[in-house]
């Protein structure tokens, strides 16, 4: 049996984790923006510009619309925040430790992962304007679609554990990691993690194309909080990917912890490229994608890993 | 772990929340804001099922409600012909009936509540309830819960066939028509 961390230090790691995996996102995407177009960008310039980013954001003026919901507008970044701290929150970081362990675990980052589609649209919706309410649209399309491949790809992986719990997931990985086991599942969960986290070529909700989507009508520090808050779903969606598929704190020498670590940015470095590499696609392309290619290699993902444990 | 009073703080801060937001539901005057305000209703549910010790099930209701109420309230804004549900309407009619019925349905609940014998068993820890409902799902009710998912795949096949852009009458691209009324009509 599993022994929780301590509250105060399951809070803090959570925290830490988002904020610091935040800040690497920022870095490595300007980072990664000025190779790609081949620009030369001095390292202190690129590690400087999201705190400086930030501070600008924070002393720029807030802008209204008329008649928005303004609970609603305030709650979203807020709700979107905590449904990374409570997907990271399931997170094992060494053997039998979890910021929290629920045996359900697996439904839990689940009902976190639909909810993001709730943030995401009370996002749009409540600043009451044009542009922000066809990203609210989009991303309920978008979330629609790729909703059931996203969680058929990670409930794979909870049949060689034969637990929903995660800390048994990632216990399970100790002899083969699930990439191998189940091949599929990477890629779908990739796929799939970068249109939860509406990032790179499925940005469609906050997407230049829309002048910035759901987002539009932000300004200042409601627009810092809203992509604070989308970082640190990214990191939830990454920490949790490289546990349930690269065998999480498993691996030669380091201690677990720094595994968890390397794992998770190496999927964030995959997501953040992706951004930079390829082009954004169209919203329908998407969803016939997700329906017609997605959903039947997700099932086929799911019988296959069924077939072999039988 | 978790003191026992702290789970009832737990309840009493789920059930409030439960009833007040149920009752916003019929207070706001936006379509949207009302399926927000009957999602957090249920999450709140929810969170007392999880209490209760039915953590899986209390889970998959949070889980499930996050996608219906956002596809409820996109689909009756396009009935209602109100663009993004953020203009004020009335959101209750027929006051007398629906006031009788509820004050039924209260009454009802009451003696239910009141009257009735409830089990005093320890509840099992949430993994064997699990299990047991993974075993009376492929057990027992397996032929009723396989009935119904069949039933619900042919009706989601179905809808699409009927609503998708390569529908029934033609390619929505390109303008579909669709059948004349009388049976032998020519389709233009």
Known sequence: ?310 | MIGPLLVDAAFVVFALLAIVTGYRVFRTDSMVRAAFYLLASFAAVGGIMVLLGAEFLGMVLILMMAGEMLVMAIVMVMYMMNPAGLNPMVMVHQNRVAAIAGLVAFLALSAVGLAGEFPDQPVPDPASATEELGRELLGNSMLVFQTAGITLLATMIGAIAIAGSRGRYGSADEGSVEPGLQPDEEVA
């Open chain 1, 1 to 310: 049996m599993s022994e929780p961390l301590a509250l105060p230090v399951a809070i803090a790691t959570v925290g830490v984790a988002l904020v610091s995996g935040g800040y690497v996102i920022a870095v490595g995407d300007r980072w990664l923006a000025a190779a790609v177009a081949g620009r030369p960008s001095s390292l202190r310039r690129v590690l400087a510009a999201p705190i400086a980013g930030g501070a600008l954001a924070m002393v720029t003026s807030r802008t209204t619309t008329e008649r928005p919901d303004g609970p609603g507008w305030a709650l979203a970044p807020a709700l979107l925040a905590a449904l990374a701290a409570l997907a990271l929150a399931m997170l094992p970081l060494a053997p039998g430790v979890a910021p929290a362990d629920p045996d359900t675990g697996f439904v839990v980052f689940s009902a976190a992962i639909a909810f993001v589609m709730i943030a995401v649209f009370l996002h749009g919706w409540s600043s009451n304007a044009t542009l922000p309410l066809h990203g609210a649209y989009r991303y309920g399309a978008q979330a629609l679609s790729f909703q059931i491949p996203f969680l058929l790809a990670m409930l794979a992986t909870a049949l060689p554990a034969e637990s929903l719990s995660l800390v048994r997931i990632v216990e399970a990985q100790a002899s083969l990691w699930n990439v191998v086991r189940q091949p599929l599942g990477l890629p779908l969960y990739l796929v799939a993690g970068l249109a939860v986290t509406f990032w790179g070529p499925l940005n469609l909700p906050d997407g230049h194309d829309l002048a910035g989507g759901t987002s539009a009508e932000d300004a200042g520090i409601a627009r810092l909080l809203w992509s604070g808050a989308r970082t640190a779903m990214l990191v939830a969606v990454a920490a949790m990917g490289a546990a349930a598929f690269l065998g999480g704190y498993h691996g030669p020498v380091l201690p677990g912890p720094i595994w968890v670590i390397a794992k998770t940015l190496l999927l964030l470095a995959l997501i953040v490229a992706a951004g930079h590499l390829f082009a954004r696609i169209r919203i329908e392309r998407f969803v016939l994608v997700a329906w017609v290619a997605l959903i039947p290699l997700a099932l086929l993902n799911v019988f296959i890993s069924g077939a072999i444990l039988l």
